[in-house]
């Protein structure tokens, strides 16, 4: 579910003035007279200098969220200098990850990447080859050079039962896969999000990150989308207390202007990315804009200031309190809830345990039609998701979910 209001204010020959209420945060953009050439000679070294205090600004702020306030809450871990955060820049998400499998490759020197079933890591050329969905992939396979190995992803949801022998099973093919292949990296979301919003049981990340100082390996998360309070954390692998050695982040980031980071140990940065004597292996044209920079650190502040995470965390509970209500005796329509925080999908499945899509795909169109705005997730869409801005109110979430339980019980 996405919630995205504009209304235009004002109109003046200087220009136009609009509010927009988007995401976390309300901002005011003005479009103001363009500056005279000599305005313009003037204030270019200032601009050049503020373009890197604020890219800098950045990097220092990202590195206090992630590695250096997680070495101040677990100072017994194990990881290994947890310390502080280095920071690459991108503009997309899957910039982020194919940053952190380049990172991965040359600090390890190898090549393989153990990613999941169901995942996604964006469709660039290098993180399609970490994306398992085969409606992605099959199209461009002939030109992919297959370094990802895939593992099913366990889901925590309605088969605790079969959690423990489901690991079991993943340590047993994990392990086989480092005997056999050469891995760098295991690559992996805390919270799959395309693919259904699966979430795995609390013990998987921990298993993953002693299989990774086991065989010497990197241990990536990709919280694109889980990351800045989505999940009721600042970021999904704090419910399980796992430090990661690289984080790639993006979306929530800034809220909608289009910047990603690649947030790693200083010393993996520094073993992967020495000191360039020449040209630069990886750059960009844009990474580290300033006006995406000046958003992500005001971004970073409101989630604080709001204490956004913590609301997330509230909203989420009651919102799946609320779908698990859901229910049509008139039916043979199987609906079930899941998610963490503000990051919750309903599955819809027939009698027979098949995946109801075309019942899912009515529903949306016909929510859309009233108003609101919902996504499908899965392999076969059927899954319904729910990631509306983490500023909205519970008396908008119950409107929401009573839209829907109309939809699905009584249309």
Not at 211 to 231: Q, S, V
Not at 306 to 314: G, I, N, P, T, Y
Not at 367 to 378: A, C, D, M
Request: proline share 6%; hydrophobic share 40%.
């Amino acid at each position: 579910m996405a919630d995205c209001v504009g209304t235009r204010q004002r109109r003046s020959r200087l220009g136009c003035e609009w509010k927009k209420v988007s995401g976390f945060d309300r901002r005011v953009w003005r479009r103001r007279r363009r500056p005279h050439k000599s305005e313009r000679r003037q204030g270019r070294a200032k601009t050049d200098g503020n373009t890197l205090a604020l890219k800098a600004q950045l990097a220092r702020e990202l590195s206090r969220i992630t590695f250096e306030r997680w070495a101040k809450e677990n100072p017994q871990s194990a990881i290994r200098n947890p310390q502080w955060g280095k920071v690459i820049f991108s503009n997309s998400g899957f910039e982020a990850v194919e940053s952190a499998l380049k990172t991965a490759l040359l600090a390890t020197g190898k090549r393989g990447v153990i990613a999941f079933e169901g995942g996604y890591h964006g469709l660039g050329y290098g993180a399609l080859n970490a994306t398992h969905r085969e409606h992605f992939r099959r199209p461009f396979r002939p030109q992919l050079r297959a370094f990802g190995h895939f593992l099913p992803f366990p889901i925590a949801a309605n088969v605790n039962s079969r959690t423990a022998p489901d690991l079991r099973r993943l340590t047993s093919a994990a392990t086989e896969i480092f005997h056999r292949e050469k891995i760098g990296a295991i690559l992996v979301e805390p919270v799959q999000a395309r693919g259904g919003i699966n979430v795995p049981p609390p013990e998987f990340l921990p298993l993953l990150r002693k299989l990774c100082d086991a065989h010497d390996a990197l241990l990536i998360l990709d919280e694109i989308y889980t990351g800045f309070g989505r999940t009721g954390k600042w970021f999904a692998c704090e419910h399980s207390g796992v430090i990661p050695d690289l984080i790639c982040l993006g979306k929530a980031l800034t809220g909608g202007f289009p910047l990603s980071a690649c947030v790693g140990r200083a010393d993996v940065m520094d073993a992967a990315w020495p000191a360039s004597t020449g040209e630069a292996i990886h750059t960009s044209t844009f990474l580290g804009h300033p006006v995406g920079c000046a958003m992500a650190l005001a971004q970073i502040q409101e989630i604080q200031r709001l204490k956004l995470c913590e609301r997330s965390a509230v909203l989420g509970k009651f919102l799946l309190g609320e779908l698990n209500r859901i229910r049509n005796p008139q039916s043979a329509i199987r609906i079930s809830a899941r998610g963490l925080g503000l990051m919750v999908g309903i599955e819809l499945n027939l009698p027979n345990g098949k995946p109801a899509t075309s019942i899912a795909l009515a529903a949306i169109k016909k929510l859309l039609h009233r108003g609101y705005i919902f996504l499908p997730e899965g392999e076969y869409a059927n899954v319904i998701s729910f990631t509306p801005p983490l500023t909205i109110s519970k008396a908008q979430l119950a409107k929401a979910v009573a839209e829907l339980k109309k939809v699905l019980t009584t249309d």
